[in-house]
């Protein structure tokens, strides 16, 4: 008598980030267990989104939980706690700063262009300034 088996594996919400599930990945299907009232209170509010939001195709994703554990409300819910709303209010902030970054970055590096006029002076032309200047400066080196 055998009992019929299947090896699977499993990991943690937070091991799973940045993975993507589905066919051709190294994981084909997700069973995600949402909290329920009986679990007790989430250390970590919004791992339900992050961990539905791993699959590339709703076919590939399984819901663990009795029915009756579930509700509407329930499922409603993720992505609106306020932590995720801080969150997204923080990936914006960072999104503002990084492209005011690349706009200064920009700028110095076109400011570096040789070309006589300023009017006419190219981020493009920067580049090929630092990597002219860059490949001499290595060659240079090479040579000691």
């Given at each position: ?56 195709d709703l076919s590939c994703l399984a ?56 009017e006419e002076r190219t981020y493009q ?13 290595t060659s240079n080196n090479e040579n000691?």
């Amino acid at each position: 008598r055998a009992l019929p088996l299947r090896c699977c594996k499993a990991l943690s919400i937070h091991k799973s980030q940045g993975m993507t599930v589905g066919p051709g990945k190294q994981f084909k299907c997700l069973t995600v267990h949402y909290p329920t009232g009986n679990t007790g209170t989430r250390s970590t509010p919004g791992l339900e989104l992050v961990a539905t939001s791993r699959v590339e195709d709703l076919s590939c994703l399984a819901i663990g939980n009795k029915s009756d554990e579930l509700s509407r409300q329930l499922l409603m819910k993720i992505g609106t706690t306020p932590a995720y709303a801080t969150r997204t209010a923080y990936l914006e902030d960072i999104r503002v700063r990084a492209a005011t970054s690349k706009t200064l970055i920009e700028e110095r590096i076109a400011a570096v262009d040789p070309n006589p006029d300023a009017e006419e002076r190219t981020y493009q032309g920067g580049c090929e300034f630092l990597l002219h200047w860059y490949n001499d400066l290595t060659s240079n080196n090479e040579n000691l």
